[in-house]
């Protein structure tokens, strides 16, 4: 009760002052039952698009942390990686996202492909860094220890480096998932082409003034990033099932 008391009732405040809002600001909020009527009255529209928007963060989100973490093992073991492409990867991260969606358009078609290369980029950076200092931080003595045994590299990285990343990768895990949600839907946004996802549904909604069908959407991809979250959480407790245990005996 303790732990779902509190978020309860904050939820609880926050729909109420929502519905208050709602109710004296109808051009501003809808109200939850208009919402809630909108959902009921085509439930196959939100539904399918919201397939659309899932694919592209299972697609572009599992590229991007994929490759993420294959490039900080590259630069884990050969530092020269790191050197020759951490500045190139530097410049493309501080660059707007929604710069570069429209030329990835053109690059690449108005197919899914755009959508999924923004969702991966989203995510890539922070997998590519959380990685790369869980990779490097081993315990010393006991890549020694490996080293008198005359471990090879590959048994090293096997048995001392990849266990021991795990709580740095699920760490950047829990700032990608969020973060995939938010690619998908700018890549909706500004990517010209297929007019699907919760994203583009946002977009032509608000655009005729639809208040219940843009916030449904909203509250959709909420829902995503939710139960991504949750699903981590629940894979970290099975991956790491020692770690929160080590935290509570310091």
């Not at 592209?56 to 942390?65: D, K, L, R, S, V």
């Not at 358009?105 to 923004?118: C, Q, T």
Request: aromatic content about 10%; overall charge neutral; some cysteine.
């Amino acid at each position: 009760m303790w732990n779902w008391g509190p978020p309860a009732v904050t939820f609880i405040i926050v729909a109420v002052l929502w519905q208050l809002v709602a109710i004296n600001n109808p051009y501003v909020l809808p109200t939850l039952d208009a919402i809630g009527n909108s959902f009921a009255s085509d439930p196959k529209m939100y539904w399918s698009n919201m397939l659309v928007t899932a694919q592209e963060i299972a697609i572009g989100a599992g590229a991007g942390i994929f490759f993420g973490f294959l490039l900080a093992v590259a630069m884990a073991e050969l530092p020269i990686v790191e050197k020759a492409v951490m500045p190139l990867i530097v410049v493309v991260m501080v660059t707007p996202v929604v710069a570069i969606a429209p030329a990835l358009v053109v690059a690449f078609g108005f197919g899914m492909l755009p959508k999924y290369i923004v969702t991966a980029l989203v995510v890539f950076f922070p997998m590519l860094v959380n990685s790369l200092a869980g990779l490097r931080d081993v315990d010393q003595k006991a890549l020694d220890v490996f080293k008198t045994l005359h471990a090879s590299r590959w048994e090293i990285f096997r048995d001392l480096r990849l266990p021991g990343c795990m709580p740095f990768v699920f760490a950047g895990l829990r700032i990608a998932m969020p973060l995939a949600v938010v690619g998908a839907a700018v890549a909706e946004f500004v990517a010209a082409g297929q007019q699907a996802g919760l994203g583009s549904l946002v977009t032509i909604a608000a655009a005729q003034a639809n208040l219940p069908v843009t916030w449904a959407s909203i509250a959709l991809l909420c829902l995503l990033g939710v139960i991504l979250v949750s699903v981590l959480a629940v894979l970290r407790k099975r991956v790491l099932w020692w770690s929160d245990e080590d935290l509570i005996g310091r």
